[in-house]
């Protein structure tokens, strides 16, 4: 099976950080801003595709671990895959050939992260990240300082990303820290639309974000982070 393949100083890095402890005693915290075009709103009846811009900045002194990201989307916002082209491959595949899914692609996006955030000197990472719609999830395709695949499950109002633990923690006491991600994501096919709004409510969407975050290797002062931002609509 094929892994993320992370930058080749992660060995060396492992060598010096194995078997110590470090305390963390920054409360986590994020921002996240977005947007969304157009904002006249669709209804239930007949839905509007939206094209929806994320972006979430961590707090990189507190050096936490993301374990997943989860995004609530008000009432007057839907999240669907159905109708539209999805990606069935396993994500190992996807990882070796990113056009077995071509038609299911789904915007773009950037994400960086620092490897052994604890250290004087931590690694910085980047990532071209390729959204793709699934089956009732979106897939997050990572490439740069490392290929992974990311699944942003759908259910109900809420879409929530699972950091994989290759991510988390490379190596034993390796760890990452999650600084920023963002993304520009839409999709539309006939009637269907991947992201649609469906009414207005207080002439704004608003849109919830929060990362739960893992030890690394002592837990954070908080287990999460919560930011929220509204897209205008009329």
Partial sequence: MRKSFLVASVATLALGTAGIAYAQDTTPSIEATGSGSPSKAGTKAKPKAVNFKLDVKNNALAKTTAK????????????????????????????????????????????????????????????????IVGKNDLLFLLSGSADAVLHGKIKGQTMTIVITPELQQPVPNVYSALNELSATINKKKGKNALISSVGCKGKKHTIGVEVAYAGNPNPPAAASAKDSFDIKCS
């Fill in 68 to 131: 997943s990201i989860k995004i609530t989307f008000p009432k007057t916002i839907k999240v669907s895959t159905k109708g539209l082209d999805q990606c069935t491959v396993d994500d190992n595949a996807l990882i070796l050939d990113r056009n077995l899914c071509k038609k299911s692609f789904a915007g773009k996006g950037k994400a960086s992260a620092n490897l052994n955030p604890f250290s004087t000197t931590p690694s910085p990472l980047s990532f071209d990240v390729q959204p």
